[in-house]
């Protein structure tokens, strides 16, 4: 894939060669182009040397033009990424001006066009700003952030940028090799722990990480899918084209799936819900008095089952962690959940399953096929699972 990434003169430029570094890590190409003020930040010479090319800043230099020109640098990308993308860039993409390199390529280029901006939290706020995103918006760009949290100006809030390795894994979306499987569909997917509290201190949760689930909407999204991934307490972050909801509980989970559920097309029951909540929640924290504790239960709805038994049903996949009869437990849960598609893994194998980045996948479907997913990292494994599911519906 090939990337050109535009810098424009914002204080967050000190982050570019490193995002260049990440971008280049996951193998693609990349040439970067810098407006006049984000030379003033940052060298073109530190660029030149991550970027393994000469650096483009000026659009009447005849020297630059007769190696690559301005039409051939916007027809050479396969995507113009800006980062970082201040408030004056973007009023000027707003508006078709063509008053420099970077912005004149964005004009002639028919690639897709996605800005990272930056800035004062004030700056992003204002209404001009935030109609100027809302035309490119219409226009076709993708807006990947900002961030919130501690800025250069020394105020706290919205106009970071997004850090390189979250920018350099969303470029990987527009590669124009991905297939675009599940272009137009409308998946729902659950993904990590629940927490049933005890009282208002601890809880009853398990050891999912929610990275398998998190994979699966990020490789979903990049074959063209619109994602809904409602996620239990997790550390991790999903591509920002993914439509994230955060539950605690497994009721909170049952209610939000059951919310979104409309127009859905596939679901995919990645969670590991906690099956049982304790009945009556004590209202203040439980003291040590007895050597031994007893905690009343009351069964959790299975909200894979209940989506699989709705009328209008999705196409519904499942999860089978298992320590024993891993097989024969999944077939059982294909069939008295109603589902189409069940991935049963090993669980007592500590080198897959919870908590682990590899995992290895058997799947069983209801026209009685079954295939196997080597074990491999969970990335790879939520390309193959989302290229199988697409070949099923
Ligand atoms: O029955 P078991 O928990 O082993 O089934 C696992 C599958 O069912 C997973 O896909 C999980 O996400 C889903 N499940 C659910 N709600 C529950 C329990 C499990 O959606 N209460």
Known sequence: MK??????????????????????ETGAEVRVVMTHAATTFISPLTLQAVSGNTVSTDLLD????????????????????????????????????????????CLATTAPIAIAPAM??????????????????????????????????????????????????????FDPELTQSMSGKNILITAGPTREDIDPVRYLSNHSSGKMGFEIANAASRAGA????????????????????????????????????NDIDIFIGCAAVAD??????AQHKIKKNDQQLVLTMVENPDI????????????????????????????HKLKSKNLDMICANDVSD????????????TILTNDGLTTEFEKSNKKVLAEQLIQLIAQKI
């Not at 100006?153 to 979306?173: D, I, K, S």
């Not at 049982?276 to 929640?281: A, G, N, P």
């Not at 500590?350 to 996948?361: A, T, V």
């Open 3 to 24: 990337i050109l990434v535009g810098i424009s003169g914002g204080i967050a430029a000190y982050k570019s060669p490193d995002l260049v570094r990440r971008i280049k």
């Open 62 to 105: 005849p020297e630059a033009e007769a190696a690559m020109g301005h039409i051939e640098l916007a027809r050479w990308a396969d995507l113009v990424l800006i980062a970082p993308a201040t408030a004056d860039l973007i009023a000027r993409l707003a508006n078709g001006m063509a008053n420099d390199l970077l912005t004149t390529i």
């Open 120 to 173: 004062n939290l004030q700056m992003w706020a204002n209404a001009a700003t935030q109609s100027n995103i809302k035309k490119l918006q219409q226009n076709g760009l993708s807006i990947l952030g900002p961030d919130k949290g501690e800025q250069a100006c020394g105020e706290t809030g919205l106009g970071r940028m997004l850090e390189p390795t979250v920018l350099a894994a969303e470029c990987l979306r």
């Open 226 to 261: 619109n994602v809904i991934l409602i996620s239990g307490p997790v550390t991790i972050d999903a591509l920002i084209s993914v439509k994230r909801v955060d539950v605690i509980s497994a009721n909170d989970m049952y209610q939000q799936v059951h919310e979104n559920i």
């Open 276 to 281: 049982y909540r304790v009945c009556e929640v």
């Open 304 to 331: 894979l089952a209940s989506v699989a038994n709705l009328p209008e049903k999705p196409y519904c996949v499942g999860f089978a962690a298992e320590t024993t009869k891993v097989l024969e437990n999944a077939k």
């Open 350 to 361: 500590s080198e897959i399953g919870f908590n682990s980045d590899l995992n290895q996948l």
